[in-house]
C-alpha cells in the first residue's frame, strides 16, 4: 500500500521489462505520476485500487508495449488522465456506448467516437 499525505511518482520512467503495480492499493491525500513515462515491456495496473484524494497522470506519457489498467478502482476523488500523452493503455478506455466511470478523466483523442 502506498499512502500518506502525498505519494509522488513525478518523473518516474517505467521502460523495459515487466513492472507491475497490480493489485498495488494508492491510498493518499494526493497521488501524482506527473510527467512519468511509461513505454516498453509490460506495465500493469492490473486490479489496482486508488482511494482517499485526487490522482494525476498530468503530462505522463504512455507509448510501446503492453501497458493495461484493467479493472482499475477508484473512489474518493479523481483519477485525472486528461493531460496524459501518447496511445491510450488497455482497460482504461471504456467500449463506444458506456460512460466514464465517475471521476476519471480522459483525454479527449482517447474517447470512443460516439454514435
Do not use: C
Not at 511518482?9 to 523495459?16: A, E, I, L, Q
Amino acid at each position: 500500500m502506498f499512502s500518506g499525505r502525498w505519494v509522488n511518482f513525478t518523473k518516474t520512467v517505467v521502460s523495459g521489462g515487466d513492472d507491475s503495480f497490480g493489485r498495488a492499493q494508492f491510498s493518499a491525500d494526493a497521488t501524482t505520476f506527473a510527467h512519468a513515462q511509461f513505454s516498453g515491456g509490460g506495465v500493469m495496473f492490473y486490479a489496482t485500487q486508488f482511494s482517499g484524494g485526487d490522482t494525476s497522470f498530468h503530462e505522463a506519457q504512455f507509448s510501446g508495449g503492453s501497458i493495461t489498467f484493467a479493472h482499475m478502482e477508484f473512489s474518493d476523488g479523481p483519477v485525472d488522465f486528461s493531460r496524459a500523452q501518447g496511445d491510450a493503455p488497455a482497460g482504461l478506455v471504456p467500449v463506444s456506448g458506456q460512460s466514464l466511470p465517475t471521476g476519471l478523466r480522459l483525454p479527449q483523442v482517447w474517447l470512443p467516437p460516439t454514435p
